[in-house]
């Protein structure tokens, strides 16, 4: 079993900046991708970023050009740098490992992210 311990979240300003950061409870040695998800209520869930741990990355199309995740393999962690935050961009973020090797999928408890105007 692995635990997703997620911080970072908060109140920023419309055109400010938030990082937020993932910690895995263990290694993970097989093939998995890392990443980032944000729910509104009432909507379903959806990607914002992933990264697999070979480094390859991909970006939902709202978010591309502002935000950027990267992954530390040794540290087991995955983080998400928010610029340019828009009134569209509040919600709760999760974050979400898939073991690729046993298809398994792992989630954190979510942080909210909230941007006033």
């Known amino acids: 079993q692995v635990q997703l311990v997620e911080s970072g979240g908060g109140l920023v300003q419309a055109g400010g900046s938030l990082r937020l950061s993932c910690a895995a409870s263990r290694s993970i040695f097989n093939t998995n991708a890392m990443g980032w998800y944000r729910q509104v209520p009432g909507k379903q869930r959806e990607l914002v970023a992933r990264i697999t741990s070979t480094g390859i990355t991909r970006l939902a199309d709202s978010v591309k050009g502002r935000f950027t995740i990267s992954r530390d393999n040794a540290k087991n962690t995955v983080d998400l740098q928010m610029n340019s935050l828009k009134p569209e961009d509040p919600c709760v973020y999760y974050c979400?490992?898939?073991?690729?090797?046993?298809?398994?999928?792992?989630w954190g408890q979510g942080t909210q992210v909230t941007v006033s105007s």
């Open positions: 979400r490992l898939h073991d690729l090797t046993t298809t398994k999928i792992y």
